[in-house]
């Protein structure tokens, strides 16, 4: 004879006569008394099935009876699993609440390492529709499947036991179920590949905000799990604004090295001086005509693995001292790598008119094997050129910017799949 639910709203346990209410709507198959830990049939008018012996009780913010909203839907809860795990001397652990809600029936409240995740089970299947064991230890990639449109890559397995179980089930559990799971983790969301040896299930598992959840179920500010890491499913969820700033930030960098590579190149050439052996001088005559931009002067050598350093001074039509600069050039180069650059670039601001640069080598030194020294050198002037500095420096910026945003999601990332037990070596 079935139990009538339905109307029923309490019961005495048919074993120790406790008062126990009935939470979990008409399909609760099985009820175990919080005193004394027998196991009551909820479909044969609770007929004792079995007793549970030596159970102690996990720590877990929720009790039978809370009730609370998941994503704005009403749940109670009205059983209460731990679980362990052991593995290479570990051990796991962890507690499912069984929730019941009148208009989406049956899901789990897990608490695992302060976290608090809400999972339900699925009729879809994925493809493939099960991730054995052997797959996993001789792939050489995570293995993956296909669910709903999404690929979800693998994060863990193992099996588990319960130590724990007291309330409302749906189900019939007992302290000898050994279940087989396959964790495999999408975008935001766990699907769990679980094998009784029985039958075979889906789950799919999502995380709630933590404060608004436990506040809606009332937990008491002592009694709140505190997390431990990153929970696998804790993706950052940016604003529009936030991912607005980011791309704009990123776009803009683009932006500034494409103009700066425009303006490097802006300038006409006015002078070169042709190779000349670095035991002379330099002597290059110009004449400015354009009253915009600056004025550049590029020298160069053929220095190999070495350096070489260059004093330059800058005279008028009267041969009167404008300006003096030094410059070095280096470079360095292997079987695969290059360093340094054998030309360097000074720019000036010079009023329209004539001027001549004089060049001269002052030192150079031969500090890697199979170094030369600079033999011979070059000089080009340049004018109406344009600073591109700015651009660098604000390509540098927002760039950085961009990238800020882009490392914190790497490294969320990386911590999310930091507890997942698959090794790429």
Sequence with gaps: MKAPQDQTHAFNCTQCGAGLDILGGGRVKTHVCPYCRSELD??????????????????????????????????????????????GGKRWDWVDHQVYSHTHGYGWLSVENGHVSYSRKTRDVPSPTYISESVIENSEARPSVRFQNETFRYYGSGKASPTFIEGEFNFRPSMDDKLRYVDLMGGDRMLSIIDSGKEREYEVTELPDQPSLLDSFGVSKDRR??????????????????????????????????????????????????????????????????????????????????WAWFEAELTDADDEPVA?????????????????????????????????????????????PNGRLASNMEARVRQGVANPDWLWGAAAILGLIGFVFMGQRYLRSARRWSGSDWSDD
């Design 42 to 87: 909820a479909q044969d008018n609770y007929k004792i099935i079995r007793q549970f012996r030596d159970m102690k009780r996990p720590e877990t913010p929720f009790d039978l009876g809370m009730t609370g909203q998941v994503w704005g839907v009403d749940f109670t809860i009205i059983g209460t699993m731990a679980w362990a795990e052991y593995y």
């Design 225 to 306: 799990p505190r997390a431990r890491g990153v929970h696998p499913l804790d993706a950052i969820d940016r604003s529009p604004l936030q991912l607005f700033i980011r791309n704009l930030a990123l776009a803009g960098a683009a932006l500034a090295v494409i103009v700066g590579i425009g303006v490097a190149f802006k300038g006409d050439e006015i002078a070169e001086s042709g190779r000349t052996g670095t035991n002379s001088e330099i002597r290059l005559p110009f004449a400015v005509t354009n009253e915009t931009g600056l004025t550049q002067i590029t020298i160069s050598a053929n220095a190999n693995n070495s």
């Design 324 to 368: 003096a600069f030094e410059r070095g050039v280096e470079y360095y180069t292997g079987s695969d790598w290059k360093e340094g650059s054998r030309r360097v670039s000074t720019q000036v601001k010079l009023l329209p008119g004539s001027y001549t640069v004089y060049v001269s080598m002052v030192e150079a030194k031969v500090d890697w």
